[in-house]
């Protein structure tokens, strides 16, 4: 079963940056559009950033001009370059497809947004 494993999480400051990395134990990237996703405590998994095959890609309102989704194919990798971060964007982050049916969850990687 192919395995997604989220790091690069961390605590940063309001306006900071961070980027996440999602590596994947397969070569799953050429044939699966993925997405990241977030949950916030409290609140249900919510879709942040997705990456088509084609390379194309789609953001929600609440991260669009702030964070940038891409991928390496090469290394089985996905990234979630995050700028300007805000309070708000504080949650566990995860990688998987962009839709059903999806691969195993994983971990997460913890985000925290906080002077």
């Given amino acids: 079963q192919v395995q997604l ?3 690069g999480g961390g605590l940063v400051q309001p306006g900071g940056s ?5 590596a994947a134990s397969g070569r799953i990237f050429s ?3 993925m997405g990241w996703y977030r949950q916030a405590p409290g609140k249900q998994r919510e879709l942040v950033a997705i990456i088509m095959g ?6 929600a309102d609440s991260v669009k001009g702030r964070f ?3 991928r390496d194919a090469a290394k089985n990798t996905v990234y979630l370059q995050m700028n300007s971060l805000k309070p708000d964007d504080t949650a566990v982050y995860y990688c998987n497809t ?3 049916p999806f691969l195993s969850w994983g971990q997460g990687t913890q985000v925290t947004v906080s002077s």
Avoid at 18 to 22: N, P
């Fill in 5 to 7: 494993v989220a790091s």
């Fill in 18 to 22: 961070l980027r996440l990395s999602c």
């Fill in 31 to 33: 044939i699966y559009a």
């Fill in 54 to 59: 084609s390379g194309s890609t789609h953001y």
């Fill in 68 to 70: 940038t989704i891409s």
């Fill in 98 to 100: 962009h839709a059903p």
